[in-house]
């Protein structure tokens, strides 16, 4: 289970009703069973105690992740950008950033945007549960293209279709072994040129994935792929 210090009493967890009917009533976990408990990005081993408390024993060791990764992500179809928020949880993303773009189908107004938030959230939390992630994904609030420098890390792409020179090739900016890597997918309709002319003043270099057109979602699953495969070689 996920939960947040404020659950944390002593050597016990207060769980919410949801949580514990979860825990005590549908899993109906047996009381010398273990339970992770991850509270902070620390991982608590517990046994079920009366409801709603856990009763913790012990702790996990956690390993940093190897590279820091922020996904800067145009809004797409809604179905589309929540199966990328999915499969972006699990393959080891720290941080996402959602942005609108000129061609975005998907422009949200500051309430839509607040909704749509939660349920985001929601997602990935089901997606590290999901996953046996233990440390969250950050989710940040919907912003534009022009403060996405906000986010930067050691290496900063953006994946552009129209890159075509060989050297431009993301593997080509992987080889340095980045710590921290932040990259930019387009929407649907790709970037516009001068947008990505913006992201380029502001450091994100553009790079390749290749000569096929990727849908945004596979774009993303590639890049996160590729810095996971260089990270162990
Ligand atoms: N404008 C394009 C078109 O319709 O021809 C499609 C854009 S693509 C569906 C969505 C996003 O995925 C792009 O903005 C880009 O960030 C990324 N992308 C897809 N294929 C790529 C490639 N081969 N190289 C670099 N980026 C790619």
Redesign the pocket.
Known sequence: VFTDAKCALNNEFCLDEKQAHHIFDVLRTRENETIRVICDDEVFLAHPAKKPYLYVFGKEETEPRLVDVTLCA?L?KSDRFEWMLQKACELGVSRIVPFVSR?SIIQLDDKKALKKMERWNSILMAACRQCNRSDKVELLPVTTIDNLAEYKSRCNL????K?DEPSRH?ANFLQKNPSSVTF????????TPAEIERLNEQGFAS??????????E??VC?VLSCIEYQTHC
């Open positions: 145009a797409i061609y953006v994946a552009y279709e890159e993301l930019c997918v387009g929407p649907e309709g790709g970037f790079c390749s994935l290749g000569n096929d057109i990727l849908r945004a596979t774009a590639y």
